[in-house]
């Protein structure tokens, strides 16, 4: 194999230049390979460079790591989980305290999802209706009602730069006739939000529709076609990673995204692999979040270019080399296998934030360096060689898939990996 290119996620961030700001929600394209694409969307907060990988905070902290932390792994935003930050510590509370940005010191983007997945993921503790959801909390019971009103007063209160509608997002295996009924349901909400916005959301927070259907191309089209007329300044396919097979959900994403308006950011909800991510930019998907990175840190998986390692092993008791040779995070420069085995064998806390600090670094570096290659014409050679890097390293032995944890639990599915890459095309949630 070549030798694998990688960039400093850190370098050549739009956040880190002086450059001049334009209005949030303008959007810039700037490099393009085939579907592939490389923009810059500008928020109040500052400029996301994509394509761009978003941490998961699902309580307004990515576990283990503070602000400082986050941009020195090259974290340009960051999503915080509504659901859960509605109820603990409560959208008025935030709100009081100066706003999600101010309450945990970031200055740089937050997109707020809904909540409606983990509300929707609570079967037998909801009841649907045309109007929204009624819901008992998976953590105490309580009752309480979710709708396109509420989503956007506790998104509003929160403060986010982004802010998801509320959408119907069935499993991946419903019916055909769920299927209809969480789109046509999903259009009628987003007809609503749209009507609400201007009294509920400030004028500099960015709203983004949602597009449901599945794996059925026919429907996703419908609902893309339905809502790409509506003035959202950026859409997002969801219901995918919700249980259906990886090379189905790859799939779609190379045949939907590519037709998604090519003037607004295109996002694609929980999924994160590297396989995930590597599909997914070249469909042409600006934005994508996972939990992946820090979830899978605090069981001993460090993710590297030579593979995902298992730091729990005993082969690693004395090893003095870093989990990634050629890894610059802080993690890897400082430290190595033997003291971090040693550190999660004892569960010190140390241990989750070098392990977290490592992943996401990783995760930035990984498509940092297919960003930087769009941008100086060498997408192709590079996303080959990231396609070598996962056959070789990511697809032996069952691969995770990017979660979608139900109702903030952290449950992940094992697909057979080796199956979907035979199968497969050229190819959440709680931190």
């Known amino acids: 194999m070549s030798e694998i290119p990688r960039v400093d996620p850190c370098a050549d961030l739009a956040c880190n230049a002086q450059l001049q700001p334009r209005a949030p929600g303008s959007f810039e394209l700037l490099a393009s390979h085939g579907d592939a694409r490389s923009g810059r969307l500008w928020t109040t907060h500052g400029p996301i460079d994509t394509p761009c990988f978003m941490p998961v905070g699902t309580y307004g902290a990515v576990k283990g790591l503070d602000p400082d932390d986050l941009r020195a792994c090259g974290s340009q935003i960051i999503l915080g989980n509504s659901y859960h930050l509605g109820h603990r510590p409560g959208a008025p509370r935030v709100a009081a305290l100066?706003?999600?940005?101010?309450?945990?010191?970031?200055?740089?983007?937050?997109?707020?999802?809904?909540?409606?997945?983990?509300?929707?993921s609570l079967r037998g503790l909801q009841?649907?209706?045309?109007?929204?959801?009624?819901?008992?909390?998976?953590f105490d019971g309580s009752r309480h009602r979710m709708t396109p009103e509420s989503v956007l007063r506790t998104q509003a209160a929160l403060g986010s730069d982004i802010c998801m509608i509320l959408d119907h997002c069935p499993p991946g295996d419903a019916d055909p006739a769920l299927m209809r009924q969480a789109v046509d349901r999903s259009t009628r909400w987003a007809h609503r939000a749209l009507e609400l916005r201007p009294a509920i959301l400030a004028a500099d927070q960015l709203c983004f529709g949602i597009v449901q259907g599945g794996t059925d191309l026919r429907l996703r089209r419908q609902h893309l076609a339905e809502l790409a007329g509506l003035p959202f300044e950026g859409l997002a396919l969801g219901g995918l990673s919700v249980g259906e097979p990886i090379p189905e959900m790859h799939a779609t994403l190379?045949?939907?995204?590519?037709?998604?308006?090519?003037?607004?950011?295109?996002?694609?909800?929980?999924?994160?692999?590297?396989?995930?991510?590597?599909?997914?930019v070249r469909s042409g998907v600006d934005m994508f979040d996972c939990v992946m990175p820090s979830r899978h840190a605090r069981n001993g998986q460090l993710f590297t270019f030579a593979g995902r390692l298992n730091i729990r092993q005993s082969r690693f008791r004395d090893d003095p080399e870093p989990a990634d040779p050629g890894c610059a995070c802080r993690a890897c420069r400082s430290h190595s296998r033997a003291y971090l085995r040693h550190l999660h064998e004892q569960n010190d806390p140390l241990y989750g934030r070098l392990a977290t600090i490592h992943n996401i670094y990783f995760f930035h570096q990984w498509v940092g360096t297919l960003r930087t290659a769009l941008r100086e014409g060498r997408f192709g050679e590079v996303s080959a060689l990231y396609s070598d890097i996962i056959t070789e390293h990511y697809l032996r032995g069952p691969q995770p898939s990017s979660s979608r944890p139900a109702g903030g639990s952290e449950a992940s599915r094992e697909p057979d990996a080796a199956k979907a890459a035979a199968k497969a095309s050229d190819t959440g949630a709680a931190s």
Not at 259 to 278: F, H, K, N, S
């Open 254 to 280: 190379a045949e939907i995204a590519p037709e998604m308006p090519a003037e607004r950011p295109r996002y694609v909800m929980g999924i994160g692999t590297p396989y995930d991510l590597l599909a997914a």
């Open 127 to 138: 009841r649907l209706d045309d109007s929204g959801v009624d819901y008992q909390t998976h």
């Open 98 to 120: 100066g706003g999600l940005h101010r309450m945990m010191a970031w200055d740089r983007p937050i997109l707020t999802d809904s909540g409606g997945f983990q509300v929707f």
